[in-house]
């Protein structure tokens, strides 16, 4: 059956596009909807002070065209926000996608047309398009989580949520402000944004304590940024190769090999190196043996304990839950804003909120009076924008039906799943997405799934369907993974368990295998005919094959 499109992309942040100019060089005819006014997806939504990309610029890049990559050239060791918005719209020239990318528009809905198997797209300005193909690419983290607190609508002062910040400017000169949540937006609103410097008072309302680690951001010199260009095909292998998908992230070394002298002596060089280091490259045991673990923990809470004045402040920053388990946040000088006199410290655990009234917090031990209130309280991460479109597969049943509200996500290699004909997620659930480098990781997993798409629609095959039993023991596989770490001691957002009101998933929702074990997996898949998928057409029932 004609459709209007061949594919039809939600979302233009990275994935989006990335998505779009393979399906285009493949011939085929694709239209992306963007809710924003503009290319970035998380980066276009997440404009608050102080916001930085924590994966280095050497490797927070496209490197699939080289001169793209060579033409480009960032001026720090970490991407400011408003650098990483210019980079996305120079790839969306350099490869000039605009004129297939639709602005302002929402997909309310995608229902599956068994008749025909074709997706049926609504608009929110009311207009309906068919595709061959829906390719999700609408982030796993773009939904942001807003809290309920009692009496927050009473609030005379301003409010903001770092994931919806607004496009004019914030401005913060003598005001009280509270900033809730101390995730890696809280800690960087925090210590990055110079809001600190401004105000009259900030205080930081902390549910959690957390490991936090200097970025050492940096400006770059030229010699630097030569040296990334002319070794752009070693830098590439090495990510390849690597398990987050970037260089100096991954070691072969046990904490138990050393003294804990040379321990002290490796955590403290990793602590000045900045980056990933301190997580990622001092020991390979630290998430999966819990005496590794305290090793890292104790020493982050002996630098707080260092770095802050107030012992009782110090005390109440320092974290207990094993190091590692909640996203590893790096953001520079955190600890010492706490030493400022306009700075203030609530530890929720201990003290509280009991309301928001017209002119403040109330907490169980006192009144903050404030002009503005920040959340940082991160996410409806992975699920929480597949859920809010309305996506219908087989038999009418919505993806919300089909994963369980979220407590039976599965999806086959993190790309697709039974139920949802022709439907493609772009860094979906279970795949590597936010354990690696975004970036990266979408040209594995955006790169084989618009092969994958291209090899359908030359072909005579109508409907490509994930099995059931693919994405069971890709499902089981990937919380296997997890069970050896100790991820899930820990309430988070990547345990699925930041949101109250959505059960804890049954199978972990990323796979944890790293970047190279996903390419060889993906890589074999497709050598032996995208296994795992049944191909079929009405027209031809015993002819389709993937040619
Ligand atoms: P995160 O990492 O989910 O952090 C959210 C923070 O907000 C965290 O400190 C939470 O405490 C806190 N939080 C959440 N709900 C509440 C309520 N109701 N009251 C008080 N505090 C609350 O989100 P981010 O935006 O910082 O970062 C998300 C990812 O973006 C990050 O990991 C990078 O990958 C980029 P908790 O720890 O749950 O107790």
Redesign the pocket.
């Known amino acids: 059956m004609k459709t209007d499109l061949d594919a039809i992309v939600v979302g233009a942040g990275f994935s989006g596009l990335y998505m779009l100019h393979r399906l285009r060089e493949q011939g085929l005819t694709v239209r992306v909807f963007e809710r924003g006014t503009a290319v970035g997806g998380?980066w276009y939504w997440?404009r608050y002070p102080g916001l930085q990309c924590?994966t280095e610029t050497i490797s927070y890049s496209f490197t699939f065209d080289k001169a793209m990559y060579n033409d480009w050239t960032w001026s720090r060791r970490f991407a400011p926000r408003e650098e990483i918005q210019r980079y996305a719209e120079y790839v969306t020239d350099r490869l000039d996608l605009r004129k297939d990318i639709q602005f302002q528009t929402s997909v309310t809905f995608a229902h599956f047309q068994e008749d025909s198997n074709t997706w049926k797209v609504g608009l929110d300005d009311g207009t309906v398009l068919t595709a061959r193909y829906l390719v999700t690419a609408s982030g796993p983290?773009s939904t942001a989580?807003v809290?309920?607190?009692p009496g927050l609508p009473s609030f005379a002062g301003e409010v903001y949520h770092?994931?919806t910040w607004p496009r004019e400017d914030v401005q913060f000169a003598g005001k009280r402000i509270a900033v809730?949540?101390?995730?890696?937006?809280?800690?960087?609103v925090i210590c990055n944004g110079g809001i600190a410097e401004q105000v009259e008072n900030m205080v930081v309302?902390?549910?959690?304590p957390?490991y936090i680690t200097p970025a050492k951001q940096m400006v770059l010199s030229e010699e630097v940024v030569r040296e990334r260009k002319d070794n752009l095909d070693a830098l590439v292998e090495e990510m390849k190769n690597s398990s987050f998908g970037a260089p100096g992230t991954s070691t072969d070394r046990s904490a138990f090999e050393h003294t804990p002298e040379q321990r002290k002596e490796v955590f403290e060089a990793a602590w000045e190196y900045g980056a990933q280091a301190f997580a990622l490259a001092t020991y390979n045991d630290l998430t999966s043996n819990e005496e590794a673990n305290g090793f890292a923990a104790q020493f982050v809470r002996d630098k707080i304990s260092e770095i802050v004045t107030d012992q009782e402040t110090a005390r109440k920053l320092m974290p207990t839950y094993l190091f590692g388990t909640?996203?590893p946040?790096k953001a520079d000088n955190y600890y010492e804003t706490f030493n400022r006199d306009n700075v203030e410290l609530v530890a929720?655990k201990e003290e509280p909120?009991q309301e928001v009234t017209s002119n403040g917090i109330q907490t169980a031990d006192g009144f903050y009076e404030l002009d503005m209130i920040i959340?940082?309280?991160?996410?409806d991460?992975v699920t929480g924008t597949l859920f809010n479109m309305d996506i219908r597969g087989v038999g009418g049943q919505t993806l919300r039906e089909k994963w369980v509200n979220g407590a039976e996500v599965m999806a086959h290699l993190g790309v697709a799943t039974q139920g949802f004909p022709n439907m493609f997620m772009c860094q979906g659930p279970q795949s590597p997405s936010?354990m690696a480098n975004f970036l990266y990781g979408i040209e594995l997993n955006v790169g084989w799934t618009a092969r994958l798409i291209g090899r359908l629609a030359a072909s005579n095959v109508e409907r490509a369907e994930a099995n059931a039993d693919a994405e069971f023991q890709w499902a089981d596989m990937v919380q296997k993974q997890a069970e050896a770490t100790l991820l899930l001691k820990t309430?988070?957002?990547?345990s699925g368990a930041?949101i109250a009101e959505k059960p804890r998933p049954k199978y972990f929702l990323t796979y944890l295998g790293g970047v190279k074990n996903y390419r060889e997996v993906l890589d074999a898949n497709e050598a032996n005919g995208f296994e795992g998928f049944t191909f079929s057409s009405a027209l031809e029932p015993a002819a389709a094959v993937l040619v």
């Open positions: 998380t997440n924590d983290l989580n809290p309920t607190l770092t994931a809730i949540g101390t995730g890696s937006s809280g800690a960087q309302f902390q549910r959690t957390q909640k996203r946040i929720l909120i959340f940082a309280t991160g996410f991460a936010v309430e988070s957002w990547w930041n």
